[in-house]
């Protein structure tokens, strides 16, 4: 099993892009395709309208400063606080399943919720600025 100790790095890397991908085409639409159509859709939610703009730059800058790997427990917070508004407010009434439903939003917010704790790994930003460790204790 220390084989598998030693890809932790590689998993990471992994949780990082997928989560990271996803965000950016989030993101990017809300930032380029026109805030005030996010800030309208925000306030409908019943939030202020000026939230929208922290959960645009989430999502898109967020979103590839995950991918780098570049102060990535600060944008696992801010992911699984989006994620858990998403599914507060628009998800969790349609559902585990289906169209709408939690299981996407809720999967997301799972793997931000484990970079909070795991951090990036040593194939990071991070991780090459604390000597590769990045937050994973090595195998012994």
Do not use: N
């Not at 084989?3 to 932790?8: A, K």
């Amino acid at each position: 099993m220390r084989v598998l100790d030693r890809l932790q790095p590689l998993a990471l890397l992994v949780l990082r892009v997928v989560i990271g991908v996803i965000m950016i085409a989030h993101g990017y639409p809300k930032v380029l395709g026109g805030i005030s159509h996010v800030v309208g859709f925000v306030g409908h939610l019943g939030l202020p309208g000026w939230l929208a703009y922290p959960l645009a730059a989430t999502e898109l800058l967020g979103g590839i400063l995950m991918i780098a790997g570049l102060f990535t427990r600060f944008v696992a917070v801010a992911m699984l606080t989006d994620m858990s508004v998403a599914i507060w407010k628009i998800h969790w009434h349609k559902g585990l399943t289906g169209p709408g439903g939690v299981e996407f939003p809720l999967a997301v917010a799972a793997i931000a919720f484990a970079l909070i704790f795991f951090g990036a790994g040593s194939i990071s930003i991070d991780g090459a600025l604390r000597g590769g460790g990045g937050g994973v204790k090595k195998a012994k």
